[in-house]
């Protein structure tokens, strides 16, 4: 099998690690200010047998890459339509309003809620260019994009997922019926699985 991967906001490819294990990689690491932009470095290197996996605000980027070129299937982790809208705006602003103020230590406490452990072996992103890129993030609806989707698509919804409420997939899956939803007991991100779990999930995409 061959996968894109996208990682979410504030990450770093290693999050996908396990995927290596079961076929060919190419990790995208989110280096630009623009939604759009990564898309189209994304749709560049899709296939016809490429399965393109993003999480959170990269599966907003592997969806808008999806329609540029098509992939084999997507896996969509912990999606939204919609980011701006599933949280309210105050909320929003004060996140961005802590990032500024102390960029590095509300990123490291960003990814201690969601991942629980050291990770990314203390890579930083240029803090302007991030900050850009999930203000971006915020204000990109994928609705219509969504609905248009013609291609075998699962999303994956952490039970305990406190970034992207449970709401969100229910939400995906009203403008898309054909997506399948799968959940699972874990938070932001299905850390814990495993390649044999990936294999799984993969599975089922190939029946849809």
């Known amino acids: 099998m061959e996968f894109i991967t996208i990682h979410g906001w504030g990450f770093c490819p290693e999050v996908f690690r396990p995927l290596e294990g079961i076929g060919k990689v190419f990790h995208r690491r989110l280096e630009g200010e623009s939604i759009r932009e990564e898309a189209q470095k994304v749709a560049e290197k899709i296939d016809k047998d490429t399965i393109v996996v993003g999480w959170s605000l990269g599966a907003t980027v592997a969806v808008l890459a999806s329609v540029k070129n098509p992939p084999k299937g997507l896996v ?84 305990r997922d406190a970034v992207t409420p449970h709401r969100e997939a229910k939400k995906m899956l009203k403008l898309n019926p054909s997506f399948r939803l799968v959940t699972y007991d874990g938070g932001h991100f299905p850390k814990d699985f495993t390649p044999r779990d990936w294999e799984e999930i993969l599975s089922s995409l190939q029946k849809l």
Request: hydrophobic share 35%.
């Open 76 to 159: 969509l982790i912990g999606a939204t339509p919609h980011f701006g809208r599933a949280w309210k705006r105050h909320y929003i602003e004060s996140f961005f309003k802590e990032l500024e103020e102390n960029f590095e230590g509300k990123l490291k406490e960003f990814r201690k809620t969601v991942w629980g452990e050291y990770i990314c072996n203390g890579w930083i992103p240029p803090k302007e260019r991030a900050i850009n890129l999930l203000r971006d993030f915020v204000q990109t609806d994928i609705s219509e994009p969504l609905r248009g989707l013609k291609i075998p698509t699962v999303i994956l919804q952490g039970k």
